[in-house]
């Protein structure tokens, strides 16, 4: 099965920071890639598809990206509303595998 | 527009069996797979496996192998999960995602408890 090794576990940031959440994985998954949020109480919502393809209503302030077997999750400019769990998943073979994900806490 | 709506909590004992729907519209339901994922109590997500909604098919993650069974009721653009046997352990909100994962049900609480 292909790990993905989510970092960090949880962060704090103020707003208008720069904010990056990155997933390792164990295996070559090319861009088979998917990042979401999730809200307490809420289902996961799709944020970035094949590594860093920006899903449809997505603010543009987050943005994905990949250097060899490490992508990453960046939000430009904090806002309160980014508050959320944050989690990775690769679609490149079965077992579908997610990150352990990250908690994003404002200051 | 598409939506997939699952059906509501659940409370059962251990042993006892629980079956969740899962509703979709908004789209041709045998174009997708569905997909099902368990999230444990303040816990990450975890891929359980998908069903082929074209001819039944289920493929099952090795975790989820033996008391978890996934069906169609196709006519209804519904799946299903069924948990037999029920253990503490599976107290979890259980979603359905529709193939590509970019559609998810509002997840339904099972609560496992004596």
């Known amino acids: 099965d292909i790990q993905m090794t989510q970092s960090p576990s949880s962060m704090s940031a103020s707003l208008g920071d720069r904010v990056t959440i990155t997933c390792q994985a164990s295996q070559d998954i090319g861009n088979n890639l998917i990042w979401f949020q999730q809200k307490p109480g809420k289902s996961p919502r799709r944020m970035i598809y094949y590594a860093t393809n920006l899903a449809n209503g997505v603010p543009s302030r987050f943005s994905g990206s990949r250097s060899g077997s490490d992508y990453s999750l960046t939000i430009i400019s904090l806002e309160s509303e980014d508050m959320a769990d944050y989690h990775c998943l690769q679609y490149k073979q079965y077992p579908l595998t997610f990150g352990s994900g990250t908690k994003l806490e404002i200051k | 527009q598409i939506q997939l709506v699952q059906s509501g909590p659940e409370l059962k004992k251990p042993g006892e069996s629980v079956k969740i729907s899962c509703k979709a519209s908004?789209?041709?339901?045998?174009?997708?797979?569905m997909h099902w994922v368990k999230q444990a109590p303040g816990k990450g997500l975890k891929w359980m496996g998908w069903i082929n909604t074209y001819t039944g098919k289920p493929t099952y993650a090795d975790d989820f192998k033996g008391r978890f069974v996934f069906s169609l009721e196709a006519s209804a653009s519904t799946a299903n999960l069924q948990i037999s046997n029920l253990k503490n352990e599976d107290t979890a909100t259980y979603f359905c995602?529709?193939?590509?994962?970019?559609?998810w049900g509002q997840g339904t609480l099972v609560t496992v408890s004596s």
């Open positions: 995602a529709r193939g590509a994962v970019a559609y």
């Open positions: 908004g789209y041709t339901f045998t174009d997708y797979a």
